[in-house]
Nanobody
Framework: QVQLVESGGGLVQAGGSLRLSCAAS????????MAWYRQAPEKGREVVAH???????TYADSVKGRFTISRDNAKNAVYLQMSSLKPEDTAVYYC??????????WGQGTQVTVSS
């Protein structure tokens, strides 16, 4: 079964940068939207950014101007460049692929911790 494999999380000081990557372990056809979500301790999962197949991107207000989402359709991969990180960005980050047929793939999550 195809899985989404995430990498790039870790511990960084406030003001620093990290780049998250998420790639499918096999071929997935019909991907429409790719997205990044995050879940902080004792909080619900929230969308961080999503990007359509043609490259149109949307961001949560809390990350606008600091995060950039991008995708490589040939590699079935999505990336999240995070800059000017704040302690409130600390969370487990999940990638998601939404297919045209309605199916959704989720990554296993990668921890991002921003120290003050």
């Amino acid at each position: 079964q195809v899985q989404l494999v995430e990498s790039g999380g870790g511990l960084v000081q406030a003001g620093g940068s990290l780049r998250l990557s998420c790639a499918a372990s096999g071929v997935i056809s019909g991907i429409n939207t790719m997205a990044w979500y995050r879940q902080a301790p004792e909080k619900g999962r929230e969308v961080v950014a999503h990007i359509q197949s043609r490259g149109d991107a949307t961001y949560a207000d809390s990350v606008k101007g600091r995060f950039t989402i991008s995708r490589d359709n040939a590699k079935n991969a999505v990336y999240l460049q995070m800059s000017s990180l704040k302690p409130e960005d600390t969370a487990v980050y999940y990638c998601a692929f939404f297919l045209i047929i309605g199916e959704t793939y989720w990554g296993q999550g990668t921890q991002v911790t921003v120290s003050s």
